[in-house]
């Protein structure tokens, strides 16, 4: 019930959680295990993160780790996984902007993690700008097709809200 009365943000046709930078309504796990396919055995895991609730899990081109996002009322922070000793480690404590889906990718080499930055923000803004005057439209008379469309964007003030989302990929080392 908690998280279905946490506040959402309607922007542009997305639902975004203003506090975590996530996607509202969105789904996790709440249990990790992984399986070895060439003789079936579990890798035990060790220091994941509790409560556990995973979100966009990815594993390393070379297969060598597995990477997830833990995902927190005020914050996602971004986990990796040793699939050898299958020791957990978080990478970035927070700072992940998965609004427009996955906050994350792995550079074909492993080397470099590339993630998207909610930036200096702590949190979108919820403040609602009141319009200038009332919202007229005017009927001619003739009969057109009037589509609708959920949540456009429909002031500066929108469009300025929406601005944090389009922040390019960085690498993490």
């Given at each position: 019930?908690?998280?279905?009365?946490?506040?959402?943000?309607?922007?542009?046709?997305?639902?975004?959680?203003?506090?975590?930078?996530?996607?509202?309504?969105?789904?996790?796990?709440?249990?990790?295990?992984?399986?070895?396919?060439?003789?079936?055995?579990?890798?035990?895991?060790?220091?994941?993160?509790?409560?556990?609730?995973?979100?966009?899990?990815?594993?390393?081109?070379?297969?060598?780790?597995?990477?997830?996002?833990?995902?927190?009322?005020?914050?996602?922070?971004?986990?990796?996984?040793?699939?050898?000793?299958?020791?957990?480690?978080?990478?970035?404590?927070?700072?992940?902007?998965?609004?427009?889906?996955?906050?994350?990718?792995?550079?074909?080499?492993?080397?470099?993690?590339?993630?998207?930055?909610?930036?200096?923000?702590?949190?979108?803004?919820?403040?609602?700008?009141?319009?200038?005057?009332?919202?007229?439209?005017?009927?001619?008379?003739?009969?057109?097709?009037?589509r609708t469309y959920q949540d456009l964007l429909r002031n500066k003030q929108d469009e300025q809200t929406c601005k944090p989302h389009t922040i390019p990929f960085t690498n993490l080392r």
């Open positions: 019930m908690e998280e279905l009365a946490e506040p959402e943000l309607k922007l542009g046709g997305l639902r975004i959680n203003p506090l975590n930078f996530n996607m509202s309504r969105s789904t996790y796990y709440t249990n990790l295990v992984i399986q070895k396919l060439s003789d079936g055995k579990q890798v035990a895991l060790h220091n994941l993160p509790n409560p556990l609730k995973v979100q966009y899990i990815q594993f390393s081109p070379n297969e060598t780790y597995c990477s997830f996002v833990q995902v927190s009322k005020n914050t996602l922070s971004l986990w990796m996984i040793n699939l050898a000793t299958g020791n957990a480690t978080k990478l970035l404590e927070e700072g992940l902007n998965a609004t427009m889906g996955s906050p994350y990718s792995w550079s074909s080499n492993e080397l470099f993690i590339h993630f998207k930055s909610k930036g200096n923000k702590q949190r979108l803004d919820l403040a609602v700008e009141l319009p200038q005057g009332p919202a007229t439209q005017d009927a001619k008379g003739t009969k057109a097709a009037a």
